[in-house]
Every structure is written in C-alpha cells, then in structure tokens.
C-alpha cells in the first residue's frame, strides 16, 4: 500500500512538472488593437472631431462586470472615472455647465438606437456603438458626473423608459420649449432626453418629449456609482500616435507565496503615465495593481500570487491627448504549490536511502564464488 502511495506521488510530480513545462512551451503571446470611435462636435460654425481610443483590458474588465440590472441598481452602470479624459476635452470647448450637457447629449444622440437585451457599461456601449435609453442615460449621466456637476438618473416605469436630470445654477436658455424639470431633495433637476438620432438640432437640456410629458418620475441618485476602474477611455480633437508597451516576468515559474517582479516599458518618454496591470486565471481577467512609470517609460511591480495554478499576466495603458493607448503581449506565470516541493522532496529522500541500504547490503554481503568439482573418470 504504501509502495502504490509513493508511486501515486511521483506520478503526480511527474504530471504536473511535464504539463508546466509543455504550458510554459506553447503559452500564447498575443496583442490586442484599441478599439476607436468618432464623435462630431459643433461650437457655432466650428465642428470638430472627437476621437475615442479604448484599450482591449478595459473592455474586457466591463464584459467581465455584473450585467444583471434592477432598479435598485442603476447606479452601478455609472462609470465617470472611466469616461473624464473624454468629459474634460468637451469641457474644455464648452465651459459653460449647459453648454456642456448640450455637448454630451450631441456625442450620446450619435450613437444608433437599438433595443439592447442585456444592459451595458459606457465603455461596453460606445465600443459596440449601440443603445437604447437605459445605455444612453448611463453613458451620460457618466460623463456629466465626472465633470463634478449634479446628475440623476429619471426612471419612467410605466414608460418604460429611462433619462437623466442636470442640477444649473441657472434655467436653461437654450431650451427651445417649455422648460421641464423635477424638484427632488430641495434641487432642481432639468430633464434632458438622451435618445434621438438627430444630433445636430436632437433634445437639449430642459425640453421634454412629448410622450413623457406628465408621466411619474421616479429619481435615481448615483451615490452608488463607480467611483474607481483600473483604466480609462482616451480621447483627442487631433491625430493621436500609436504607442506600445511591453511587459516581463523576473521569473516563468514561481513557488505560492513568493514574489514575481512584473517590469516594462511604455514606448513614450518624458512623462510619468500610470500603467495597469492584470491577472487571468480560469478565464477572468482581474487587476492585480497600478504603478507609475518613471520619465523613460520604465515601470516595475511586484506582485505575491496566493493561490497556485497557472496565470496569464498584461498590462495595459490607457494612452493621452498624443498617444493612443496599449495593451501589451501577454505572458504566462506558473505558480507550484508548497505541497509540491515536500512530495518532490519526499521521493528524493526515499530514492536516496534506497541506494543507500542497497549499497550497504552489497558491503556486508560479499558476492560468493561457486566451485565445482570434476566428477571422478572412470577407466
């Protein structure tokens, strides 16, 4: 029994040794493109030309998210960190808080309407440029957020439908109808409708469509929004370059418990940028830290995995007004269990003592010589 027991350990070494190896010789390295969309924003006789760059790992990170979506949770589709790069580039053209909204409802009512079964994130929503009320409403209600102005979410259950109302100091002025807002909580929140394909004369804040007007409002605050995400979409108004970042393992193979030291560059200088990095195992992809880069693009991160198996690792860049960002190739990390180390031990010792009692029974158990006599001959 026991001989089968220790036989069954050096098997198990065995195995899982040949698979590390054979893993760690046909792990995949692989590159993903950043997704890009384009917005048109028009100032007076000025338009200009919004350009969207989101890298693979952060849409990966919302496809990977809840996507269950109950009233009492509509909050959480709210993403303004993940969106303020692009909210500050509008921001910067129109400063004026209506003009703002304005601004955010013409980039929102570009993207083609169409009734989505499972609800999305922003980020999921401008990648797949497609949405209805629910998914419009979220992605604005992100970008005006994150911009530190007062926005709800205006629920509509009987309708069915779904916009948001903006905090002005001031009325609108813009609004070409009756202004139509909600007095929640002592503030004023003017409605603006986020559907509507005609995004050059499409709703503006403080105007009502026709089909909502008189209908009961239910107010969703988005106090429970998420405040944090390991990455965010860039944008520009010009041509962005293309960057690249790389990513190494101090080491391919590591005991559970000790330290791997992930380290690369982003191929831009002459500015600290803060890259995200990744883990995967089973399939799901999770952030396991940030770090900043130094000034030639150089960044280094030491992550301790606590649990063994195998691990793909990226990291990821999420680019600037110049660069678009970047993912970069991903790598495998194999981490051996502790029991690993005393079965492969175990077996040694046992192999050792073997040759060891085998080499003293040959000391104490000379080889003996056989005679034979002739057998006597007869005349």
Known sequence: MRLMQRHGKSKFLIVVVSGLFFALLFSKVCFAQNYEQHYFLVDGPSTYRLTLSTTHSLFEYYQQKNH??????FASFVTPYALALVAEDIRSLFPNDEAFVNSVLMVVHQIPYQIVEEPAYPVETIIENRGDCDLFSFLAASLIESQDLDVVLLYYEHESHLNIGVSLQNPPRDARSTITYVDYGGTRYYMAECTGGDWQNGWRIGECPPELEGAQITVVTLEDCERIAPGQVSSSFGTTESSAISLSASSNIVMEGNDVVISGRISISNST????LYAATGGRWFP?????????GLYMFTWRPTLWGQYHLKASWSGNDEYAGADSQTISVYVVPKSLVFIGGG???????AVVMFLMYKATHPKEVQTFEEPPQYV
């Open 68 to 73: 269950q979506l109950t009233q009492n949770n």
């Open 273 to 276: 940028e803060t890259v995200m």
């Open 288 to 296: 396991i830290g940030a770090v900043k880069s130094n000034s030639n």
């Open 347 to 353: 077996f040694a010792v046992l192999t050792i003592l």
